[in-house]
């Protein structure tokens, strides 16, 4: 009798569960929950693209990636309309604006957050078969749960992002400093005297590298503190 009142019992590859709570259930048709990420997330840009052919309703449109993704300062504490302020204030300067120092508010957000898993097309909380490509998040006080999934998805609205996103401003980046002697490096020539200078410069060994003893007298490049020998 009890086990019949917690429900039916689904059996996918000789693995059975109870249909009751198909979220955590091992072998169940829904999607085991994201992994963690300390203290902050990924949000994902995503836009809808139109299907000329489908077999379902759900399939005339789908959700598509684009732009880098965005991370988010998130922790226990966080909630829901701190999530879309940090995102409205990151997002700001890729939307047109008259103000060019304007930052969107709650009243002026052109997306939707909702909650992913990794790859940015399935629900986090939904089983697959009910074809989500997320829940909504609001925008409220309620605490985002940052253990359910590290990704939320940023759902442009179509007319916003026609008009307003400005995409030369993803490619508008300001480059620093090391970046350049990093590349300037890695493209000049290094002469055949440098290469041998530095395969015949002396190194000394510390107290972890004792094992170099008995190779220490074969090569004299190699120095031994007084500790190691």
């Known amino acids: 009798a009890a086990a019949a009142a917690a429900g039916p019992r689904v059996t996918m590859s000789g ?9 955590h259930a091992v072998g169940s048709l829904a999607c085991p929950p994201c992994p963690e990420f300390d203290g902050f997330i990924f949000a994902l840009h995503r836009k809808t693209y139109m299907c000329d052919m489908y077999f379902l309703a759900h399939g005339k449109s789908r959700p598509g990636l684009f732009g880098m993704p965005v991370a988010v300062a998130c922790d226990s504490n966080t909630t829901h309309r701190e999530l879309y302020q940090s995102l409205g204030r990151q997002l700001s300067r890729f939307v047109a604006s008259p103000d060019p120092d304007a930052v969107l508010d709650d009243s002026d957000y052109p997306f939707v957050l909702k909650s992913v898993r990794k790859d940015g097309f399935i629900c986090a909380k939904c089983p697959w078969w009910r074809f989500c ?15 359910l999934t590290s990704y939320i998805a940023i759902d442009w609205d179509s007319t916003a992002l026609h ?45 972890d590298d004792h094992w170099y003893a008995a190779a220490a007298a074969l090569c004299p490049c190699i120095l031994l503190p007084a500790s190691a020998s």
């Open 15 to 23: 693995v059975s569960s109870t249909a009751a709570s198909p979220r």
């Open 133 to 147: 490509t997320g829940c909504t998040i609001p925008c409220d006080d309620e605490l985002f749960d940052n253990t």
């Open 163 to 207: 008009l307003r996103y400005q995409n030369a401003q993803e490619r508008a980046l300001e480059e620093h400093e090391s970046i350049k002697i990093c590349q300037e490096s890695l493209t000049e020539s290094i002469s055949l005297e440098e290469c041998l200078e530095a395969f015949t410069k002396e190194e000394e060994l510390g107290e």
